[in-house]
């Protein structure tokens, strides 16, 4: 019997260390077994700034005239008052992670500049870089074609002005709810 419980204490720690080691190389690659991977969060940082919205921002505009098309700055610096940053980033899974970095200068309360990628996408661009929905197949059409349009059934017409109006449904009776 003492020697069952010497053994136990011996293979019970080597057991438990290799156990640990086991978690730690499952731990260090992107899916767990081969086939189980975690779930990753979508990080969205910032405002989008579209190339439409870049261009309709021009020097001279007020501060107010500049947020409202281009949303309050990710970033107002203390030592630069008359400096905004609109700094965006997305990490999505299933699409390449994108950063842009979009600069306004002010000198008072009037722009004077406004600094931005040159590769500031249209908002179409945008929305296709994110959609991770397209490899799923093919897009339902919205349009019914003329003659599918012609095989639907004719709505029944108003009555006009002057014709009798078909008499409304006869008054339900319900007995009462206490007795």
Not at 45 to 55: D, I
Request: hydrophobic share 35%.
């Amino acid at each position: 019997m003492y020697s069952i419980i010497r053994w136990g204490r011996l293979v019970g720690p080597l057991a438990a260390a290799a156990a640990l080691c086991g978690c730690g190389s499952l731990q260090s690659s992107d899916n767990v077994l081969g086939f189980v991977t975690p779930y990753r969060i979508e990080v969205v940082q910032g405002n989008v700034v579209t190339r439409e919205m870049a261009a309709a921002v021009k020097p001279g505009m007020s501060r107010a005239q500049v947020r409202d098309i281009l949303g309050s700055p990710l970033l107002t610096d203390a030592f630069h008052t008359d400096r905004w940053d609109y700094i965006f980033t997305i990490r999505r899974s299933g699409a390449e992670p994108q950063r842009r970095v979009v600069t306004a200068h002010f000198q008072g309360e009037q722009l004077s500049r406004l600094e931005a990628d040159d590769a500031l996408p249209t908002e179409a661009q945008f929305v296709a870089s994110i959609d991770t929905f397209k490899k799923r197949g093919k897009t339902p059409q919205l349009e019914l074609t003329e003659q599918q349009l012609q095989a639907l059934p004719t709505p029944t017409p108003k009555p006009q002005p002057g014709e009798a109006e078909p008499a409304p449904p006869p008054a339900r009776t319900y007995p009462p709810l206490e007795p």
